[in-house]
């Protein structure tokens, strides 16, 4: 079945940098679009950023842009999210979500001093 495994969210001070992945199993990874998707404390889902099947097509939200690089590994089945230039407003659980309506479980964020 479709699996999608987040890891590597941990707290880290305003200003840092931290990568976090999504590893992808069930599926033909390689031919699927993926995406984040963050939910803040006490609010709604909020879109971050896509990437179609090979590294080509991506977009982000204006909140992230210029500070956050999504990328994929389709070898490893794998996809990253490489946070840079971190705010207090970035704390979120960070879902990534395949284009097939399959969501991970979460990797949480923290941004804290």
């Known amino acids: 079945q479709v699996q999608l495994v987040e890891s590597g969210g941990d707290l880290v001070q305003p200003g840092g940098s931290l990568r976090i992945s999504c590893a992808a199993s069930?599926?033909?990874?390689?031919?699927?679009?993926m995406s984040w998707v963050r939910q803040a404390p006490g609010k709604g889902l909020e879109w971050v950023s896509d990437i179609n099947t090979g590294n080509g097509n991506i977009d982000y939200a204006d909140s992230v842009k210029g500070r956050f690089t999504i990328f994929r590994d389709n070898a490893k089945a794998t996809l990253y999210l490489q946070m840079n230039s971190l705010k207090p407003e970035d704390t979120a659980v960070y879902y990534c979500?395949?284009?097939?309506?399959?969501w991970g479980q979460g990797t949480q964020v923290t941004v804290s001093s």
């Open positions: 979500y395949a284009g097939l309506g399959h």
């Open positions: 069930g599926f033909t990874f390689s031919g699927v679009y």
